[in-house]
């Protein structure tokens, strides 16, 4: 009975032990709020569930809102004191100062960036970034909008956050290719582009206030000709949004009015098929999310990582939506 118990023993103690060797491989985005990061959530748990004999688990965390920046910066300030971690990918919500965290602590584990970098002063306090070429992105944004207003016009566009890095090279992007040259801080005429008084808006990466914005910008602006959301917000409430687009639906559909968005999560292109915006520009999410733990553990072997790795995006107009989606 005693070797029972001690074998017994032996057992629970060396799984524990295996248990507590498991290292963790985190994913910090900007908000839990977001159904952007969800996808991202998925990429990590299907590696998870195909790598779980590694020794490694993707773990994945943030602030509940996106508009929490010092949270976030908390919740990787915490990480990095945990012996677990092994390496983190960070999303930074206010890009300089997740910066300002990273050179104080100096990590010791390997640190990169996911779905938005760092600014390029700071780039070299982490390994690698992995997602969206963003400024492309501002191009693309751009492009269609020339096909769509070849003339140009009135054009608002809508940020997220501040000192969100990526945003604001999407944003650099659509400006840049609209006025036909690098460094445009504001269209003011170029090339017929003309931003509005009281534009660009700046969500703070909340649904509720994205939506809010668009609707006072049709009200107060009757004649605008294009709307740019360089980033999802207003569609991942598709109810609300709705609601919005209702009062310029004969715009829309006349393309007096043009959107564009970003991101093709399913409400967005049901948005798209719906004729409530014109183009919307994807990100591949659930891809960041896969692939970041393996990259992660690269970084961790010391193998050779690109300081950039893009995961490309998907273009979706209202007559290719059924088959723009990669898969």
């Excluded at 960070?90 to 050179?103: E, G, H, Q, T, V």
């Excluded at 269209?187 to 509005?196: A, K, M, P, R, V």
């Excluded at 960041?288 to 193998?303: F, N, Q, T």
């Amino acid at each position: 009975m005693k070797i029972g118990l001690l074998a017994a023993a032996l057992v629970g103690f060396l799984g524990g032990t295996a248990l507590a060797q498991e290292k963790t491989l985190a994913i910090v985005v900007k908000g839990l709020d977001n159904p952007f990061f969800e996808q991202i959530n998925l990429g990590c748990q299907k590696w998870n569930n195909e790598n779980a004999n590694s020794g490694y688990k993707c773990f994945y965390t943030g602030p509940a809102s996106s508009a929490d920046e010092t949270g976030e910066v908390q919740i990787v300030d915490d990480l990095l004191t945990r012996p677990d971690v092994a390496a983190i990918a960070i999303s930074p919500s206010n890009a300089p100062l997740m910066a300002k965290l990273l050179r104080e602590k100096a990590p010791s584990i390997p640190v990169m960036t996911i779905d938005a970098d760092l600014s390029q002063d700071d780039a070299s306090l982490r390994k690698t970034y992995l997602g969206t070429d963003n400024y492309l992105m501002g191009v693309k944004f751009a492009e269609y909008l020339q096909e769509l207003k070849p003339d140009g016009g009135s054009i608002c566009l809508q940020l997220g956050n501040v000192a969100a890095d990526n945003i604001n090279a999407r944003a650099a992007g659509t400006r840049d290719t609209l006025a036909g040259e690098k460094g445009i801080e504001r269209l003011t005429g170029q090339n017929g582009w003309t931003e509005i008084e009281g534009c660009p808006v700046f969500t703070n990466d909340q649904v509720d206030l994205a939506n809010q914005q668009m609707a006072d910008t049709f009200t107060a602006n009757p004649d605008l000709d294009a709307f740019v959301l360089e980033g999802g917000w207003a569609q991942f409430a598709p109810q609300a949004y709705a609601q919005v687009t209702d009062q310029v639906m004969d715009k829309l559909e006349a393309k007096e009015l043009i959107i564009v968005a970003g991101d093709t999560l399913p409400p967005q292109i049901e948005a798209l098929k719906a004729g409530r915006s014109h183009v919307q520009v994807g990100q591949r999410p659930f891809e960041m999310g896969y692939r970041a733990p393996s990259v992660m553990l690269d970084l961790i072997e010391g193998k050779a990582v690109e300081s950039v790795i893009y995961t490309g995006l998907d273009e979706c107009t209202q007559e290719n939506v059924d088959i723009c989606i990669a898969q």
